[in-house]
C-alpha cells in the first residue's frame, strides 16, 4: 500500500495514550497494510500506530526471518509476564540509537485480530520483547525510560560486541 512517515521521539503523539478500535472498517485495513510496508521497510520487528501519527491501538509485529507471518494486534492487553532477560533494544522512533533494557522473557497479549476475533499471542525472548514494547507505545511509553545506564549509537554498541 504506502510506506508513511514514522514518527522519531520529541514528537508528542508517541507520549499520548492510544484510544481504543471499535470496529475494522477500510480505513483501519488500509493503515494496517501500511503499518506493514512502513515496519519492512524500515526494517524494524514491530510498529504501532502512534508511530506513524494514529492514535489507535493498533500494533503489527513479525520478528520472523520471513516477511509473511506478521501479528497484527488490535486492542492488545498484556495479561501475564513471567521471568527476566536483559538486552539491547531499539525503536523505530529513536533512530540509530540503542540501549539495554531488562524485559519479562515471557509475555502473553489477548488482543483482536484484523477480522475483530478474540486471540491469544505468547512469546518468549524477542517476541516477548516486541509484544511488551509495542503494547506500551499504545500507553504513551517509549523503551527509552527503562534504559540501564545511556543511550547509546547503534555502532558504538556494535563495536562494543565485537570485543
Given at each position: ?12 503523539i ?18 494496517i ?91 518468549t ?39
Open positions: 500500500m504506502a510506506i508513511r512517515k514514522i514518527r522519531v521521539m520529541g514528537d508528542d508517541l507520549r499520548k495514550t492510544s484510544k481504543e478500535v471499535k470496529e475494522v472498517n477500510d480505513k483501519i485495513r488500509a493503515l497494510s501500511d503499518m506493514l510496508d512502513t515496519m519492512y521497510d524500515a526494517e524494524g520487528v514491530g510498529l504501532a500506530a502512534p508511530q506513524v501519527g494514529i492514535l489507535k491501538r493498533i500494533a503489527v509485529i513479525d520478528v520472523s526471518e520471513e516477511a509473511d507471518s506478521p501479528i497484527v494486534l488490535i486492542n492488545p492487553v498484556i495479561v501475564e509476564t513471567d521471568g527476566e532477560q536483559r538486552g539491547s533494544e531499539g525503536c523505530l522512533s529513536v533512530p540509530g540509537k540503542v540501549g539495554i533494557v531488562t524485559r519479562p522473557d515471557y509475555v502473553k497479549v489477548k488482543a483482536y485480530t484484523q477480522d475483530m476475533e478474540e486471540a491469544v499471542y505468547e512469546g525472548g524477542l517476541l516477548a520483547r516486541a509484544l511488551i514494547h509495542e503494547v506500551e507505545h499504545l500507553d504513551g511509553k517509549i523503551y527509552v525510560d527503562l534504559v540501564e545506564g545511556r543511550l547509546r549509537d547503534v555502532s558504538e554498541f556494535e563495536d562494543d560486541e565485537e570485543e
